[in-house]
């Protein structure tokens, strides 16, 4: 009995010695915090929609702790609430004007500003339209042409300048179909509400069942030009400077010239 209960407690003994040597302990938990994302408001041009949809998709595998959020909008519209306070990193704008109110309100960094594309104007209609010409439009049968409106929207004033110059202007006010944005000039014609819109060649390569009737020529209005420059009111300015830096890059460059835009290399 005793020598059973001796080799009882030697095997008792030599389990837990083993079992002591054996196990392995868990790793302290990592004390150090996270990186806390970063989160850019980027406030943009409703024409560069697409191109910046699928720049945001490239930029995130690259940088994973980057957050992109879009406002995309006519330029006047994101002009106004930028004045307004309204939360924005980076302005593209597509035009001149809309850049310079908020650079003479000291809202933007004057040094980031640069022009980063331009854009042709075109008269976008129907695949099975007549219209061939920009003095097609004054003819009877062409009831509706849409533009952007010009007060907020630089492709509307750039159309409203090239009918100017081509003495079409005031002939065409009864037929004219105002829009927000040149996106909505597009769907206009894509519906068929109106037989004819005037957008941006980069606008005309995502028309869905449409084709250019006419470029505007170059001397018809100023030229088309997206000016970017960063907010002055950024809290991001390093993480902005980089995206900045990554629109204005060869990798983006294809990519804004896949969707019709030009690039400005300076």
């Known amino acids: 009995m005793k020598k059973r209960l001796a080799f009882a407690l030697l095997f008792t003994f030599i389990l837990a010695v083993f079992t002591g040597c054996t196990s392995t302990k868990e790793p302290p ?6 990186a806390e994302p970063i989160n850019l408001t980027i406030s943009a041009a409703a024409s560069l ?5 699928e720049l945001k998709s490239i930029y995130a595998k690259q940088h994973q702790d980057v957050n992109i959020t879009y406002n995309f909008g006519a330029s006047g519209t994101l002009q106004k609430q930028i004045e307004e306070g309204a939360p924005a990193d980076l302005f593209i704008s597509a035009g001149k004007k809309q850049m310079d109110a908020l650079e003479e309100k000291d809202l933007i960094v004057k040094e980031s500003r ?7 104007l075109v008269l976008v209609v129907k695949k099975d339209s007549q219209i061939a010409d920009f003095t097609d439009l004054s003819k009877p049968e062409v009831e509706k042409i849409s533009i952007g409106t010009p007060e907020s929207v630089p492709a509307g004033q750039y159309a409203k300048d090239a009918l100017t110059t081509m003495n079409l202007w005031d002939k065409l006010q009864p037929k004219l179909v105002l829009a927000k944005d040149v996106r909505q000039v597009l769907t206009y014609v894509e519906t068929g509400n109106v037989a004819a819109g005037v957008v941006y ?13 006419a470029i505007a020529p170059a001397d018809s209005h100023k030229p088309i030009l997206y000016p970017m420059a960063i907010i002055k009111d950024t809290k991001q300015q390093k993480a902005v400077e980089d995206f900045a830096a990554f629109l204005s890059g060869e990798e983006a460059t294809k990519v804004f010239e896949k969707y019709g835009f030009k690039a400005i290399k300076k």
């Open 114 to 120: 640069k022009d980063l594309l331009g854009n042709d």
């Open 49 to 53: 929609k697409d191109a910046a949809e």
């Open 29 to 34: 938990a990592s004390t150090e915090p996270k």
């Open 201 to 213: 060649g980069s606008d005309a390569v995502m028309g869905k069942d449409t084709k250019v009737a």
